[in-house]
């Protein structure tokens, strides 16, 4: 290597050092990130569009078959001789069925109301049941008539409650006329106690308050996380307000301002445009700001004072981490974009149209599972196996294994 080439090269690499020369090459990094991030956005959008054309047809035939199926599975739901523990393993298979169908890609297909309101009707219906068999209890262990139907008309008024405030007044109500009638606290509970268990026992403990243990002091580690990511965030924008970045700001506002505009179609431009700008500033996006900058002017502003460098260095280094760090978040913008990545980004095109017929060759098997069940269900006998199997996985997931979709 000649003497000349590496009097260029430490040339070249004194000039790095310096605080102007630092504060582009972090800019040129995070201006790499960024257009890489923007790039995996793009082909997961089109990633996206080309596997839904190709499975688009088997999705619907299968959300189809489940929507039918949950139709007919839900009227089991306030059987009688249904076992409760079956009862809880049905409303899971309901539950699951009407969340899949309810917040997946193809929601748009079903009417989600026809399923939400036959499970209301079977669901009361249910309710009406306990209700009658406990009261039914109490006839035989003594209880008079009269307060058999006091209980009843407390469970109707119950059941019929519109909202969970309704319902907590109800209850209070009950619990403070109970206290009002009574003199003695500490006397055993009545054959009565059981039907205000049936009735309200299982909605006692749903309420989330600051005592449910999240909000405590165990959760220190979670408060300094978020305490340390909100004293750098202020801390960078101290140094970004004190940066020349600030002014340049300030300059392209008074240049690009709506009020400046006559014309109504260039004025809802530069309105536009100020947003855009108002949000790059927030987020604390140099790059952007020193484009449009160079884009109304014609230039990049002239150099900043060396200390403005070294504060600007540091912006673009922590913004640089985060882009680096939370790649993946570029799916968050696109819907289901998780999903469609787990399931089918690949490195090559070859291994997406592998990943893609399996997924069709999946999606085909579950839909004549759904179909055969739907025709084999017809009893409660016949439905039991169905729900011991679903129980059964149910384990096999608490114990690791992965089970995307269980009939």
């Not at 009638?181 to 403990?205: I, M, Q, T, V, Y």
């Not at 307000?241 to 260039?266: C, M, Q, V, Y």
């Amino acid at each position: 290597m000649s003497k000349l080439v590496q009097k260029s090269k430490k040339k070249a690499k004194a000039k790095q050092k310096t605080p102007e020369g630092m504060f582009n090459e972090a800019l040129e990094r995070y201006q790499r990130f960024k257009h890489k991030n923007a790039k995996f956005e793009q082909e997961m959008r089109d990633l996206i569009a080309r596997v839904r054309l190709q499975v688009d047809e088997y999705e619907i035939a299968k959300h189809e078959q489940v929507y039918a199926l949950t139709q007919k599975l839900i009227p089991f739901f306030s059987k009688k001789s249904l076992s409760e523990y079956l009862r809880e393993a049905l409303f899971d298979w309901i539950d699951h069925n009407m969340c899949m169908l309810a917040f997946g890609p193809y929601a748009e297909h079903f009417d989600m109301d026809v399923l939400e309101r036959l499970l209301a009707e079977h669901c009361d219906q249910h309710s009406q049941n306990r209700q009658e068999k406990t009261l039914n209890k109490l006839a035989k262990d003594g209880v008079d008539e009269q307060m058999i139907a006091e209980l009843r008309e407390l469970g109707d008024k119950a059941r019929q409650a519109s909202s969970p405030e309704e319902f907590e007044d109800l209850l209070r109500q009950v619990l403070e006329e109970a206290m009002e009638e009574s003199d003695e606290f500490d006397e055993p509970a009545s054959p009565e106690a059981d039907l205000f268990e049936g009735l309200f026992g299982e909605n006692a403990g749903a309420e989330f308050s600051e005592d449910d243990g999240f909000f405590d002091n165990g959760n220190d580690e979670f408060e300094d996380l978020f305490g340390e990511e909100d004293r750098q965030h202020k801390a960078l924008d101290r140094l970004f307000k004190a940066s020349s970045i600030n002014k340049i700001f300030r300059r392209i506002t008074k240049k690009i301002h709506p009020d400046l505009e006559s014309d109504e179609g260039k004025k809802a431009e530069r309105h536009q445009q100020m947003c855009q700008l108002i949000e790059a500033r927030e987020n604390k996006d140099i790059a952007y700001i020193l484009q449009l900058y160079k884009d109304t002017f014609g230039t990049l502003p002239e150099q900043f004072p060396e200390q403005d460098y070294v504060n600007l260095t540091q912006i673009l280094k922590a913004m640089t981490e985060r882009l680096a760090e939370q790649k993946l978040d570029a799916l968050a913008s696109i819907p289901f974009g998780d999903v469609y990545y787990d399931m089918f980004y690949r490195k090559t095109k070859l291994q997406e149209a592998a990943a893609v017929r399996s997924h069709i060759q999946r999606l085909k098997m579950f839909t004549k599972g759904y179909q055969q069940a739907r025709a084999e269900i017809t009893s409660i006998a016949s439905l039991k196996p169905y729900l011991q199997d679903r129980m059964e996985y149910a384990q096999l997931q608490a114990l690791g294994y992965d089970e995307d979709d269980i009939f």
